[in-house]
């Protein structure tokens, strides 16, 4: 009898289609799951789950089960606990992958040279480990800051690499050759701490597993069925962990789409799943290609686009849905006239009765936001920024408008106060409490009170001579600002004041975009529109300034009252 034709009664397949029931049946040997956008394929990994506890094949203790997040973990243990009922209790390996590490880790943590109550340590404290190391090794830690050394570390990580692994060219690209002395300082330093950050999950776990057989086999007894969620998004070091625990049973089924693979910055390599045959020879490749999302007209559109993508395996969406509105592609010359007809086109369906609500704009990246936020403030529009921040409320145009700001007007003491040790210059809470103090006394403002502090023996010789290298590039920028044009300004008072370094120096993609947004602001229509805003937000500018103030514009009044930025 054919299993797929006898499903209808069966309450584990009666809902899903044929593909995602040949996947949910297909149980013994590798399993690449392709499945695009709005497949069903989270349906279809907790139906193949239930199939292989209900069945009988494993035991739930016995499946490894690997997800991205713990919200898609949880997803999971209450689909499956949906469908088998109390069962599902008894997985203790269904999680994300620094989860699992870390209970693996425990249980073998003296073999890492770690004790089972180890610490897993956050950001902060990571960075403030290495700090301590560059500062104690005699370092300049603004030049090589911490924040890039934990960046080359966690991509070190990533890739399964521990300090005795760099190259010559990993070696370089933190201190001029100095990053494998850091990396072994920080790994002996966290041992020290019985401690480890998170990409030691995975690295630790690997290495015992290669560096003691007996244990690798004991984990490749217990896992008889491995599944894996997002395989696309993997990296090289959980890749190494899942190849040497899928030996030598290869029942590993792996659930991705090499079209969705956008997470390369961080590290996920989607030649992963592209090499998934090679790696397992004779592994079942099923492509779940009924969409439920999206209309005819709009798969199609995606589909013609992914097809110019040279890598990738190839599938095909579809749906049965019908209707939908035509996809409609508009050439424009430049942002300005982008930003003007889409607001004429909400205008337009608003007058038609549609809601706001029901109008949504996506960018590409965060500074794009700005020419729409722009005419939407010009025409009157209403507007909600979703997962960001308004253009001139993020922090580094804030830093930029506050230079300006300094520039314009000798006595903006909240620009002052903003940017006098931004980027780090060793100016700290201290010396602006003596420059405060300074200027009350003589009811200056904190420039002034600057270059006179600067002249005096109140601040340390250090402190004394940075108050009065930043001065003097004020007062240049001042000079300078007279003949060039604000666009050149703003790139050379960012290029001298050592910001834009500081962005270049983290190589994040937080970072890159922080740059994206100085370069738009930088732009003709950037500064330009950004005029208007810093000026009517200052105290004393009337009711129409106050106002903007309560909208959001007013950035030193939102840090006070919590804006998070």
Known sequence: MNPLSDSASDPLLGGLNAPQREAVLATEGPVLMLAGAGTGKTAALTARLAHIIRSRLAWPSEILCVTFTNKAAREMKERVGHLVGPAVEG??????FHAIAAKVLRRHAELAGLQNNYTIIDTDDQLRVLKQLIQAEGLDDKRWPARQLAQCIDRWKNKGLRPEDLDALENESYANGQGQKFYRLYQDRLKTLNACDFGDLLLHVVNILRSYPEVLEQYRQRFKYIMVDEYQDTNQIQYLWLRLLAQPRHNICVVGDDDQSIYSWRGAEVANILKFEKDFPGAKIIKLEQNYRSTPDILAAASGLIDANSQRLGKTLWTERNGGDKVRVIGVWDAPEEARRVGEEIERLEREGASLNQAAILVRAQFQTREFEDR??????????????????RAEIRDALAYLRLISQPSDDLAFERIYNTPKRGLGDKTLEKLH?????????????????????????RARNTLVGFMRDVARWRDLAKTSSPAELVRTLLDESGYTAALQAEKSAESAGRLENLTELAGDGGLRDARRFPRACQPGHGQRGRRRCREGHDHDHARRQGAGI
């Open 376 to 393: 939407f403030i010009a025409i009157g529009m209403g507007y909600k920024i979703i997962g960001g921040f308004r253009f001139y409320e």
């Open 91 to 96: 997985m203790p390996w269904l999680g994300t």
């Open 437 to 461: 103090r300074h200027a009350r006394s003589r009811g200056v403002p904190l420039s002034l009170a600057a270059v006179e502090i600067a002249d005096s023996d109140e601040l340390p010789a």
